[in-house]
């Protein structure tokens, strides 16, 4: 695999105003059964917008992620649909799709864009339809508004995400998505030297505390911890109910609640050079975020172990850059809508020990108030799963988190220094440190 050696910013970047919609059904909601993409977007916006205090008029540009738009919409340029539902109509954006890396890559284009000293502060944010399609309007006897909204079946999922793969090779080299689900699984049994009990423990205690933090998160999809559906279901204890049926495996290894949970959703952050914070946001009132470095790595699926190699690359790029030490994290994030990716990119990051982390996870420790908490929001299977909006839900919850806002989800400790672990589509993964700005 090819080494990248980054450079330096030009100049700090800081975040100084997060946003985020609930993830959520949206066809299952009355009140939300009907928006566009561009509402949902401007939502997350207007929202970032009013946490950093700035206005409109105070935003040189946007960058709006989407990893799917036809899925979203009826046209395939929806940056330049949407800039009126937050007042910025007429202003220069530019839309991108990484698949589910979109949102950890969102930030990554907007701090570039201001590192460089062309613009001082942008909007970066993305939205995605991850459960729901536009109802087509072309039925003569029932003809429908174009964006009620119909359930995403997986026979129309599967149009659109056929497409992630080169279909000449991957194809035939058997790598798509439906045969990589167990692979970072098997790796880390066959390294680590654990059993296949231990792995589906782990597994088990991974869905688990996501749904512990979701249950404390007033945007989670889901907010019913295992332990009481267990009851419900008339098991004696949480780990009975996880092993059962009502949790199948779909592998070797991986269970159906160790899978995203699709939704729809959008986030969103205000970018800013952080040398012109008192001038652009002078009501501020709140401690910036400073994104000391962001590390990216590419692999196709079909390069073996993909989503670990890719990892390795992206860690090493941003610790090289930046200086900072994996003992110097408080707390760890990882797209998971495969589970095992919060297990395993923890401990390529050195947050969790090597061949350690399935005791950390098994003993709760890396639920919101172990010592190692990671994915307070809940992570893919419990906060919900709405692909390019994923990443900067998670980038949302990191700053929450860092600014000691996150009410009784709020881990033990106030974390000055996070990273974020993208990944998406078999394609692109991300680490992005995060860093408290002292006062």
């Excluded at 949407?82 to 910025?88: A, D, E, K």
């Excluded at 119909?150 to 798509?176: G, I």
């Amino acid at each position: 695999m090819n080494r990248t050696t980054l450079g330096k910013y030009q100049r700090s970047v800081s975040i100084i105003g997060v946003g985020c919609t609930p993830f959520m059904y949206t066809v299952d909601n009355p009140e939300t059964n009907g928006l566009t993409e561009g509402e949902l977007f401007g939502y997350a916006a207007l929202k970032a917008m009013e946490d950093a205090g700035v206005n409109p008029q105070d935003v040189d540009f946007y960058f709006h992620g989407q990893a799917s738009p036809l899925n979203g919409s009826n046209y395939l340029t929806p940056n330049i649909q949407i800039g009126n539902w937050f007042g910025m109509k007429g202003k220069g954006s530019i839309h991108h799709s990484e698949a589910c890396c979109t949102g950890y890559l969102a930030i990554e284009q907007a701090v570039n864009a201001v590192a460089s000293g062309k613009y001082n502060c942008v909007l970066t944010g993305c939205v995605e339809f991850g459960d729901s399609i536009p109802a087509p309007a072309t039925s003569v006897e029932a003809p429908k508004h174009p964006y009620k909204r119909e359930k995403m079946t997986m026979d129309k999922f599967l149009a659109t995400t056929s497409w992630l793969y080169d279909r000449a090779y991957a194809r035939s080299l058997m790598a798509p998505m439906e045969l990589i689900y167990d692979d970072a699984a098997e790796d880390y049994v066959r390294t680590r030297g654990i059993t296949a009990q231990e792995m589906d423990d782990t597994l088990n205690w991974m869905a688990i505390n996501n749904r512990r933090n979701a249950a404390k998160n007033p945007l989670a999809l889901e907010r019913t911890e295992f332990a009481d559906i267990a009851k419900e279901k008339g098991f004696d204890n949480v780990m009975d109910y996880m092993r059962s049926p009502y949790n199948p495996k779909m592998g070797d290894f991986l269970r159906m609640e160790g899978v995203e949970r699709k939704c729809d959703g959008a986030a969103a952050a205000i970018v800013c050079a952080t040398e012109m914070i008192p001038e652009i946001a002078k009501n501020l009132k709140h401690r910036p975020i400073e994104v000391l470095g962001v590390g990216s790595a590419a692999c196709e699926s079909t390069t073996p172990h993909f989503e670990l190699r890719a990892t390795e690359e992206a860690v090493r790029q941003v610790y090289e850059m930046t200086g900072v030490q994996p003992e110097e994290l408080d707390l760890f994030f990882a797209n998971d809508f495969i589970i095992t990716s919060h297990l395993c990119a923890a401990e390529i990051a050195g947050y969790l020990p090597y061949g350690e982390g399935w005791k950390y996870i098994c003993e709760g420790r890396t639920a919101y108030d172990g010592d190692k908490p990671i994915n307070t929001n809940g992570g893919r299977t419990s906060f919900g799963h709405a692909h390019a909006a994923s990443g900067m839900a998670d980038v949302y919850e990191a700053c929450m988190q860092m600014r000691g806002e996150c009410g009784e989800r709020q881990v033990k400790k106030l974390p000055k220094t996070t990273m974020l672990r993208g990944y998406g589509g078999a394609q692109n993964v991300a680490a992005v440190l995060l860093r408290t700005i002292e006062e």
